[in-house]
């Protein structure tokens, strides 16, 4: 699929990109993306949070070029929404995670490799201009996560991400009503139930198939083994969960900082700090695991108490907008983390989509601090909010 220029006038925001998104890449691999697990309760909350937070601007200030620049674990980024870890997403688009990193460098911000990667972490590094984190699962086993630790550090990743809400992927039940795990198989038997859809997509099916089709997983080698198929990931996944005895195995043959990511609690995120960890990343991993969880924004007020400023808090899930950036910066989150905004972008039109996203949430977050009166990102706080979310 070659990159298009997106039309500015109306490609307008996050949720017209999510559109173009679902009339470009097959049912399987849109629902894949943009469900949830269970009822979707969680997934849709995530959003609500936001939406039911009100502001309380200043009025008669008149500030412009505000300031949007936050550092995160020493990083200065160009405002404060870092592109969070997204499986399979070269499935979406051919540009996959190179040009996502690509598209995030370019914007002056991070980008999180996951494990589960189309692309190797050394050519995603190779593509980029911008800092990278890498996500860390346990699948494979310790000895393959080993071997991509250690392979990120002399690659020049500046921090790892230990996701620690997944001992089981969620059930999300679109996956296997529109074939997501048939899409994978190598043959092309198991794909036929869902083949109308898929040649209902010509052009993603030509970009896939000159892609080489189905990737393999270059982060995950398993000695003697070579890397994993994309397909065994469902089943190496159940048996991988990461816990806080993996947390200090790593802050031992890590150097960097360690973000632990995927916690809901005060007392999770102290236990991170006492394992040893540099932030913590407030979610539920964008309504994809347990269902009915709250909504990371809620949480994040709990989170930032318990630490005290001793790590960075980070959150995500549901941020749709700039201003929502600006809420949770408000409740005391130093940077937000984006998911389903960037990779809706990237499966709408490639590389250019995801700049495209960045640069919707940048120009929000900038007019939101106008229109709040606020000149300068670091002076949010919760006087900027509601008398709800004041206490
Ligand atoms: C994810 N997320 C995720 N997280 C992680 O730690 N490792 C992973 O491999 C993945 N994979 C993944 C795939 C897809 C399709 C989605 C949508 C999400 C969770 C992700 O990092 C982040 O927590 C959420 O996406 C944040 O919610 P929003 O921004 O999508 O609402």
Redesign the pocket.
């Given at each position: 699929m070659p990159n298009r220029k997106l039309n500015p006038s109306s490609i307008v925001n996050i949720e017209d990109l999510r559109t173009m998104a679902e009339r470009r890449v097959p049912r399987s691999v849109f629902d894949?993306?943009d469900g949830g697990a269970d009822a979707e309760v969680t997934l849709a909350e995530?959003c609500r949070a936001f939406r039911e937070t009100t502001f309380r601007p200043r009025g008669g200030v008149a500030v412009y070029n505000c300031k949007t620049t936050v550092s995160v674990l020493g990083y200065e980024i160009a405002f404060p929404a870092i592109l969070?870890?997204?499986?399979?997403i070269r499935l979406m688009h051919a540009d996959g995670e190179a040009g996502v990193a690509r598209a995030a460098g370019q914007a002056g911000t991070i980008y999180t490799l996951?494990?589960?990667s189309g692309h190797k972490l050394e050519d995603v590094k190779a593509a980029s201009t911008g800092p990278l984190w890498y996500?860390v699962?346990l699948i494979g086993g310790r000895q393959a996560a080993e071997g991509a630790i250690d392979r990120a550090r002399r690659a020049g990743y500046s921090a790892l991400?230990l996701?620690l809400d997944?001992p089981l992927a969620g059930k999300r039940e679109r996956d296997p009503r529109n074939g997501m795990k048939e899409l994978l198989a190598p043959a092309l038997l198991p794909k036929a139930r869902f083949l109308p859809n898929i040649l209902a997509h010509p052009r993603w099916l030509a970009s896939f198939l000159l892609d080489g089709g189905v990737p393999k997983l270059g982060n995950v080698v398993v000695p003697g083994k070579g890397p994993m198929d994309l397909v065994d990931v469902g089943a190496a996944l159940s048996h991988a969960g990461a816990s806080w005895e993996d947390l200090r195995w790593i802050r031992e043959m890590w150097p960097g900082p360690i973000v632990a990511?995927?916690l809901l609690t005060g007392d999770d995120a102290r236990r991170a700090v006492d394992e040893g960890a540099q932030a913590v990343v407030v979610?539920n991993?964008?309504?994809?695991q347990l269902d009915c969880v709250s909504a990371p924004l809620h949480a994040l007020p709990e989170v930032v108490e318990a630490v005290g400023g001793q790590v960075e808090v980070l959150m995500?899930?549901?941020?749709r907008r700039g201003s929502d950036i600006a809420k949770a910066i408000c409740l005391g989150a130093r940077a937000v983390?984006?998911?389903?905004?960037y990779?809706y972008g990237l499966a709408a039109a490639g590389e250019a989509g995801v700049a495209r996203a960045i640069q919707i949430l940048k120009d929000d977050l900038d007019l939101t601090l106008t229109l709040l009166g606020c000149a300068s990102i670091d002076q949010l706080d919760a006087t900027y909010l509601g008398a709800a979310h004041r206490r």
């Open positions: 894949y993306l995530n969070a870890p997204v499986s399979y996951p494990t589960i996500q699962y991400v996701t997944t990511k995927g979610s991993h964008g309504g994809r995500d899930g549901g941020v983390l984006i998911g389903r905004a990779a």
